[in-house]
């Protein structure tokens, strides 16, 4: 198969280069595209890794005609283009009319209800595409999947996310992913499925307090922006099962936590342009160039030797035989040397798993979230072999 990875030299996009040229079946993958308007970085991925069926390819998503041109001539598109810069839309439907399966890492909700909304477009055009194959989205739907197939009716399925770093601190603010996300997260309203129906919850809302095993002991969690709860409670295995509740939280690591809450107060989470000397500007776009010019200004402070922790975990309730049960499925990622020279592992692995199942045709004509058409058991094979730790458990309520 031939997969190009468009936005192949950014953060995500690397990372899912680096496992489908290391931890993949070489016998499986003839061509890996690296397909990307930056270039130095491009080459610097292909030094390192060293594998001749690497390929590098200009492109700039905003030319159409290039776009198509690429996609007609792979069997695979993995879109890890920022979806915050505005192409999602764009290189979704380019790949429908190129009839090049489709794969990306999430659409914040908002995108995801419209590519869902072409569902039967792609049928019709015997075209698969798989949204949101990410870490969360992603691994945290598959979990989901698991709990809804532990259970004869489900009443909740309530998602969470939460990471540890372990080491000195850090004298300058890195960000543990894409920053326009972080604000995203940390400033707009977003959508939960309570009591039956969608509802639209502050920034910052729904705190719950969950004690964990160490290291991540005693956590604070809140709603943010994710399109796992735009696509879970209807689809099959959840919706006629009775589902009246699906809820994503987060906890970010508590020193990213500080900066972040303190960059809201200071107006960095508004989107409308200030105004500076008749110059006009976003908040965000300088907040985000004021970071990656510190960070590659003090690259040398960063301190090397920090463990990173993450756990995904997807509580389920409901019933099962006729008694109250409550299913918990866990994904904990500890530190490995697999991991290393990986921005996100779980999100790049995830989705070179998947990219992989559409390659192989394993997705059905369509548009999909990963809990309806994501083997759970092949799914999981394929990351306790990356070194995930994946445990499922049971307790039923008397």
């Not at 960059?263 to 960095?268: A, E, I, P, W």
């Not at 003090?298 to 090397?304: F, H, S």
Request: hydrophobic share 40%; proline share 6%; glycine share 8%.
């Amino acid at each position: 198969m031939k997969i190009a990875i468009l936005g192949g030299s950014g953060k995500m996009g690397s990372g899912i280069v680096r496992d489908l040229a290391t931890n993949s079946p070489k016998k499986d993958i003839e061509r890996i595209i690296i397909a990307d308007i930056e270039m130095n970085k491009a080459k610097q991925l292909v030094n390192e890794l060293k594998d001749d069926r690497i390929e590098i390819r200009h492109l700039n998503v905003a030319n159409k005609k290039e776009l198509r041109k690429l996609l007609q001539e792979v069997d695979v598109c993995v879109n890890a283009v920022p979806t915050l810069l505005g192409y999602q839309m764009d290189i979704f439907l380019a790949s429908l009319e190129a009839k090049c399966p489709y794969m990306d890492l999430g659409g914040l909700g908002v995108w995801t209800r419209k590519q869902k909304e072409c569902h039967k477009k792609f049928v019709e055009e015997g075209v698969p595409a798989l949204l949101g194959m990410g870490s969360a989205p992603g691994i945290t739907n598959v979990l989901a999947k698991c709990c809804a197939e532990h259970l004869d009716k489900v009443e909740k399925i309530n998602l969470y996310w939460v990471g540890k770093q372990i080491g000195p601190e850090s004298p300058v603010f890195v960000p543990p992913y894409n920053i326009f996300t972080l604000i995203d997260e940390y400033s707009e309203p977003n959508f939960q499925f309570i009591d039956g129906e969608m509802k639209v919850v502050p920034a910052l809302s729904g705190e719950q307090e969950i004690v964990l095993p160490e290291p991540f002991g005693r956590t604070k969690f809140w709603y943010t922006p994710h399109s796992e709860t735009s696509t879970i409670p209807y689809a099959m295995g959840f919706r006629e099962k009775g589902i009246k509740e699906c809820t994503w939280r987060l906890s970010i690591p508590e020193r990213v936590d500080i900066v972040m809450r303190s960059l809201m107060r200071c107006g960095f989470g508004d989107k409308e342009p200030l105004k500076i000397n008749g110059t006009e500007f976003s908040p965000q776009k300088f907040l985000a160039a004021l970071v990656d010019r510190n960070i590659e200004k003090n690259k040398e402070k960063i301190p090397t030797e920090v463990e990173d922790y993450e756990l995904y975990f997807a509580i389920g309730e409901g019933e099962k035989e006729g008694k109250k049960l409550v299913v918990r499925a866990e994904l904990l990622q500890m530190p490995d040397p697999l991991y290393e020279g990986y921005i996100d592992a779980g999100t790049s692995m995830s989705a070179s798993i998947g990219a992989q199942m559409l390659g192989r045709s394993e997705i059905p004509p369509g548009v999909w979230a990963p809990e309806e058409c994501i083997n759970v058991a092949k799914f999981f094979e394929e990351m306790k072999r990356r070194k995930f730790r994946i445990t499922i458990t049971t307790q039923t309520l008397i």
